[in-house]
């Protein structure tokens, strides 16, 4: 069957009327977009004032299509389907601006895994949502940052640290640490916040302060590769981590996934290495399009227990508490490849949606994650031969 997505479905006058204005909104900015160079805010100003729009969002449109013309596979998919409308389009924009210049071979590679992404892989996909569009995105960025062997040079000691007022009587504070240590911090306060009910604004707060104190310990959960040399890893609630980040964080434990796959019990409730399978390779709740993340979702027994459905990857789903009313309340119904965890979700009107897991254990992400290996391989082949010459 041919690969689609819903909002492409010629068959439904809806979605074809949808994508049509998609289209010719699409085509009307590309033709109307300033050039970067003469009087770019004036012509800004001009486009805002007779179109409507503001002149933010006009710039926004504009600064999203001359970074889409540099992502030329991402603009042929654009230019086939008209499925990105100009929120999606100015998230990638947004997201890929804070790499700054970087070399061909990078937006290159990041266009070819993000054409991948973007592309459909079975029939009645949902398009991914703006926010897991962003996730990726930042997953992807996360590993172009400049190898720190290019980076040796630079002073160490740059982290910044400052205070400023904002409204209200409120204040703000904003610091910069490397990826380690800010993933541990975050860690920490997340615990406290968690432990005492409070906010993580609170939690840090009261923590610096000594009103509180952190008992629990801290865990990461981070996963990696283990047969390649320079993977990148996810850490579970914040993302994608370059080599190097993930190298400075030692993991005291570490368990094997592909085990966790293939392992059963007997118990109602899930057993840690169950889920963190089952997280890993969802990564978000897995009706179709939400993004809530899989480690703040419940696990649902596609087959009841009570009716002796296994706890087991091949039966378990993350289900955010929301939809997991909605699955157990009727009117939709999932079905599971147990060997890829794909999802086909059927609704009681008789329609059907196809959802892929999106996690760090899912067979594109590790795809992904070898490329990324060897490109850095090769980064620091390179190098090294620039340093022996
Ligand atoms: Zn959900």
């Not at 399978?277 to 649902?300: F, I, L, T």
């Not at 909605?326 to 086909?344: L, Q, R």
């Amino acid at each position: 069957m041919e690969a689609y997505y819903i909002v492409n479905d010629p068959k439904d006058p809806l979605a074809v009327k949808a994508t049509e204005i998609r289209k010719q909104d699409y085509l009307f900015w590309k033709d109307a977009k300033p050039d970067l160079e003469d009087d770019f805010d004036i012509t800004c100003h001009t486009l805002a004032t007779r179109t409507g729009l503001s002149e933010r969002r006009t710039r926004d449109i504009t600064m999203a299509l001359y970074r889409l013309a540099e992502l030329p596979l991402t603009m042929a998919l654009q230019e086939t389907y008209y499925f990105l409308d100009f929120s999606r389009l100015i998230t990638t924009d947004a997201v890929l601006s804070k790499l700054g210049d970087v070399p061909a071979e990078t937006l290159e590679r990041i266009d070819q895994e993000l054409s991948r992404y973007l592309t459909p892989s079975k029939p009645r996909q949902v398009l991914p949502s703006n926010t897991n569009l962003r996730r990726k995105l930042n997953g992807l960025i996360a590993i172009e940052n400049p190898s720190t062997e290019e980076n040796k040079e630079a002073p160490t000691k740059n982290n910044s640290y400052f205070t400023y007022s904002s409204f209200s009587g409120k204040a703000g504070l904003a610091v910069e640490f490397d990826e380690a240590t800010l993933i541990a911090i975050d860690e920490h306060i997340s615990k406290a916040a968690e432990e005492h009910g409070l906010s993580k604004a609170e939690a840090l707060a009261k923590l610096i302060l000594g009103e509180i104190e952190s008992r629990t310990k801290v865990v990461l959960h981070m996963y990696r590769a283990h047969d390649q040399e320079s993977a990148p890893a996810f850490i579970r609630g914040f993302g994608w981590v370059s080599p190097e980040t993930a190298d400075n964080l030692r993991p005291a434990q570490t368990r094997d996934m592909d085990l966790a796959k293939e392992m059963e019990s007997e118990s109602y409730v899930t057993p840690p290495l169950i889920g963190a399978y089952v997280e890993g390779r969802d990564g978000v709740c897995r009706w179709p399009g939400c993004y809530r993340p899989a480690e703040s979702c419940q696990k649902d027994h596609r087959i009841d227990h009570a009716r002796g459905g296994k706890t087991a990857g091949s039966n378990l789903a993350s289900l955010c508490q929301h939809h997991h009313n909605v699955k157990t309340d009727g009117g939709a119904f999932y079905i599971m490849d147990p060997h890829t965890g794909d999802i086909v979700w059927l609704f009681d009107d008789g329609r059907w949606e196809y959802d892929e897991p999106q996690g760090p254990l899912t067979p594109k992400n590790k795809n992904w994650a070898l490329t990324v290996d060897q490109a850095i391989a090769a980064r620091r082949a390179a190098a090294k031969e620039r340093n022996e010459s």
